[in-house]
């Protein structure tokens, strides 16, 4: 139970590690029914995946949602991956390896049921597209077996971002059909985070 935990808390810490941006549209909305759409202009948050079975530990937990700020407010904020410890809660302490424009590297400190975790993780950046995406640093000896994912940004109405996520966290020894019990929850969980985060500009924290 105590590794199930951690499953909902590393979803959104740091989550395809893929070369190109993944293409949703020019407005990133490539794919989504009138219903979805309409999901999204009330606030809502839409999930998907692409294992409708639950059964492949590599398939991504995919979520759209909109902030209200825009493109580059929401870059700018988030760009800054070691203040995630300002609003998720099971980060006990984040060192910077490196930081650049292009890429940085971060060691994540997590303490969850009294468990610790230490991994390190590779942000890469690309502003142009107002993407970027992550993975575990292959030369660390992470107490992860696998953590990926992405964001991008899009334009959405006046003063608001659309933003296209996707996650992938897998726990050693724990079955592909327990972890993704867990997986959507904890998406949930975290991106309702961010958007508090965001949409208070970065002044939101989280409660500890």
Same mark, same amino acid.
């Given at each position: 139970?105590?590794?199930?935990?951690?499953i909902?808390t590393?979803i959104l810490v740091?989550a395809v590690?893929?070369? $190109?941006?993944?293409?949703? $549209?020019?407005d990133?909305?490539? $794919?989504?029914t009138?219903?979805?759409?309409?999901?999204?202009a009330?606030g809502g948050?839409?999930?998907y995946?692409?294992?409708?079975?639950?059964?492949?530990k590599?398939?991504?937990i995919?979520?759209?949602?909109v902030f209200?700020?825009?493109p580059?407010?929401?870059?700018n904020?988030l760009?800054k991956?070691q203040?995630?410890?300002?609003y998720l809660?099971?980060?006990e302490k984040i060192?910077?390896?490196?930081k650049g424009t292009?890429k940085?590297?971060l060691?994540?400190h997590?303490?969850v049921?009294?468990l610790?975790?230490?991994?390190?993780v590779i942000h890469r950046?690309?502003?142009?597209n107002k993407?970027f995406y992550w993975?575990?640093?292959?030369?660390?000896k992470n107490?992860?077996?696998?953590?990926?994912?992405?964001?991008?940004?899009?334009s959405?109405?006046?003063g608001?971002?659309?933003a296209?996520y996707?996650s992938?966290?897998?726990i050693?020894?724990?079955p592909?059909?327990?972890e993704?019990?867990f997986?959507?929850n $904890?998406?949930?969980?975290s991106?309702?985070?961010v958007?508090?985060?965001?949409?208070s500009?970065?002044?939101?924290?989280v409660k500890r």
């Amino acid at each position: 139970m105590k590794r199930l935990v951690l499953i909902v808390t590393l979803i959104l810490v740091s989550a395809v590690m893929t070369a $190109g941006a993944p293409n949703f $549209g020019t407005d990133g909305l490539r $794919g989504l029914t009138v219903k979805q759409k309409a999901t999204l202009a009330k606030g809502g948050i839409i999930f998907y995946t692409t294992d409708v079975k639950g059964k492949n530990k590599s398939a991504l937990i995919q979520a759209i949602l909109v902030f209200d700020k825009t493109p580059d407010q929401v870059w700018n904020l988030l760009f800054k991956t070691q203040d995630q410890i300002k609003y998720l809660k099971e980060i006990e302490k984040i060192n910077i390896i490196n930081k650049g424009t292009a890429k940085d590297k971060l060691e994540f400190h997590l303490s969850v049921a009294w468990l610790d975790y230490v991994y390190r993780v590779i942000h890469r950046f690309d502003f142009a597209n107002k993407y970027f995406y992550w993975g575990l640093d292959p030369s660390f000896k992470n107490d992860l077996k696998d953590l990926r994912g992405y964001w991008k940004f899009y334009s959405y109405g006046e003063g608001k971002t659309l933003a296209r996520y996707g996650s992938n966290v897998s726990i050693k020894n724990v079955p592909s059909f327990i972890e993704n019990m867990f997986k959507k929850n $904890g998406v949930k969980k975290s991106l309702k985070a961010v958007r508090n985060y965001i949409n208070s500009n970065g002044a939101w924290r989280v409660k500890r």
